[in-house]
């Protein structure tokens, strides 16, 4: 049988590596494009060392129509899993227009050439943010959704409706949204991981910097929250853990297992961390003492979200496995592979 083919939006990026690994394992061929806006020729390199191999890599830039176009007539795919997007929520604050561009523009070129070419599954990432500040937690697909407080937020919102809207209207289009929560980690070979331009928005990126020497000091951004040790609580999942969950959200369009043409899966740990509690196990993981104080909150964070992942855990047959002490001793691998630390 012939292997079927995934078009990789974004596949140089962070979780876009990671996934292109976990696929080409998996035993799908891919199509990678990417425009390099945020990464880098080496993270394919990366994935091609993991793999032993060879991928499809186009520089193409998704807001580029055309460009699109001609790999929707090269290449024969069912399926695009689209990541190819801007993901700085404090940025999108203060440039809310080059989001909405970047983000909205890429992703209805997507879709309109899915629709065109007659290519049936659109594989959305989606982000944890659409929860906000939930009243109940864990979150389960049901949660009502809040309003986005950042533009990219509002990006990630906007996007999983127009999906819906379109596996409603359109017959032979199915959708699945995968809301991530806090993707954390790399591969074990330490041969891709995140690579942040600048100063890390993010926390673990911000640890592994000053654990390296980079950054002086991490700040904790709040001490005084309504939680167990006053810090915030996230849900941080293994990048590879993530990946597979990509896998399997593949395997159920190409197979016809949907229920539904549009589906929501949250893709967790189910199991809270607290920044504090995040720190302390990488220092323990790793067997060093990272520089941290105390600051003041950073707007816009929510006190705690993590999720329910019953509904992936059935229906995708996925669950996150991978062991937060290992998660972090990648982190920090890829980081000193990223330095040249021995
Ligand atoms: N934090 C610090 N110091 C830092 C960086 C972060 O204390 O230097 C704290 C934050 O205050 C927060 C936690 O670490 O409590 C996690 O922060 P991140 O920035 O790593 O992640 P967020 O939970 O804010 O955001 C992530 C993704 C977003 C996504 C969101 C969904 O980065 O893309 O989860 O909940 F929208």
């Known amino acids: 049988m012939a292997k079927e083919t995934v078009l990789v939006s974004g596949g140089a990026g962070y979780i876009g590596t990671h996934t292109t690994v976990a696929l080409v394992e998996a035993g799908y061929d891919v199509v990678v494009i990417d425009n390099f806006s945020n990464s880098e020729p080496s993270a394919i390199e990366g994935v091609e060392k993991i793999l032993g191999r060879k991928i499809t890599f186009e520089e193409v830039d998704t807001c ?11 290449y024969d795919f069912s399926t695009i899993i689209h990541f190819a997007a801007y993901k700085a929520v404090g940025e999108s604050v203060s440039e809310p227009l080059k989001y909405y561009q970047n983000n909205l523009v890429s992703y209805m070129n997507i879709l309109e050439l899915m629709k065109e070419f007659k290519r049936p599954n659109v594989l959305f990432s989606s982000s944890a943010t659409v929860y906000g500040n939930a ?76 654990a390296a020497g980079i ?39 190409v197979s016809g297992k949907m229920k539904e043409k ?59 496995e991978r062991d937060i002490d290992d998660t972090l001793r990648a982190a920090w691998a890829w980081e000193k592979h990223v330095r040249g630390i021995k």
Request: net charge negative; aromatic share 10%; proline share 6%.
């Open 64 to 74: 580029d129509k055309e460009a699109l176009r001609k790999v929707f007539e090269r």
């Open 135 to 210: 009243e109940v937690l864990p979150v389960t697909e049901q949660t009502p959704r809040q309003p986005a407080t950042s533009p990219y937020g509002n990006t990630k919102q906007i996007a999983e409706d127009i999906l819906r809207d379109c596996c409603n209207a359109y017959e032979n289009f199915y959708g699945i949204a995968l809301r991530y929560f806090n993707p954390v980690g790399s591969h074990p070979s330490a041969l891709i991981g995140e690579l942040p331009r600048g100063v890390p928005n993010n926390l673990v990126p911000f640890i592994t910097q000053t």
């Open 262 to 320: 549009y589906e929501i899966f949250n893709v967790g740990t189910g199991t809270p961390l607290s920044v504090l509690e995040l720190i302390t196990r990488f220092e323990k993981a790793n067997n060093l003492k990272l520089n941290y104080k105390i600051a003041a909150r950073r707007q816009g964070d929510v006190p705690a979200v993590w999720a329910d992942t019953t509904l992936a855990n059935n229906e995708l047959g996925w669950k996150a």
């Open 215 to 253: 950054r002086e000091c991490l700040a904790v951004f709040g001490n005084d929250y309504d939680t167990p040790d006053g810090t915030c609580l996230r849900d941080f999942i293994d990048v590879v853990d993530l990946a597979k969950a990509h896998v399997a959200a593949v395997n159920r369009m």
